[in-house]
């Protein structure tokens, strides 16, 4: 953690003029706009070694009523979801889960606006908190942003 998982249904995996989206262009902005959080007193709120954006299509999903309501407002019955989870360490003030939540939503609401305008879909950004019971960070990632 903070790992920032996608879960987003294969038909965005298209160009954009076909309602899809690069969710590889996505995961960078998303992972850009965590490295951008600032808590209260102006530090940067994720680690730049451990922000971590992944994103993986469903196999088999099933959405909805399946494309009937969507073909008939004539907007295709070809719906689409994307489901974001920001697994995060515990500790972190209201305020700062507030900031993280906003920034992934801008990012997503700006980045999402063609298809949102374009095709039926859904689109949630969660974010948890951790309570794990062993934690080991085992990274030769760190010293390339905290060098010694
Ligand atoms: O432990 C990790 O997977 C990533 C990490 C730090 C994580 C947080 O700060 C967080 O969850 O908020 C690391 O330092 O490698």
Known sequence: ????????????????????????????????????????SNRQVFPTGGTRVLAY?????????????????????????????????????ASVHQRVGEALKSCVQSRFAEQLAARPIGITVQIDEGHEVFDAKISSLHPLFNPA
Do not use: W
């Not at 690069?22 to 490295?35: F, G, S, V, W």
């Not at 407002?73 to 979801?81: C, R």
């Open 1 to 40: 953690m903070p790992h920032l998982v996608i879960l987003y249904t294969p038909n965005l995996d298209q160009p954009t003029d076909l309602g899809g989206l690069d969710m590889t262009a996505l995961c960078r902005a998303l992972c850009d706009a965590m490295l951008s959080v600032r808590d209260e």
């Open 57 to 93: 299509p469903a196999s088999h999903f099933a959405l909805a009523d399946g494309g009937a309501a969507g073909e008939a407002a004539g907007k295709g019955s070809d719906y689409a979801f994307v489901y974001m989870n920001v697994r995060m360490a515990t500790g972190r003030s």
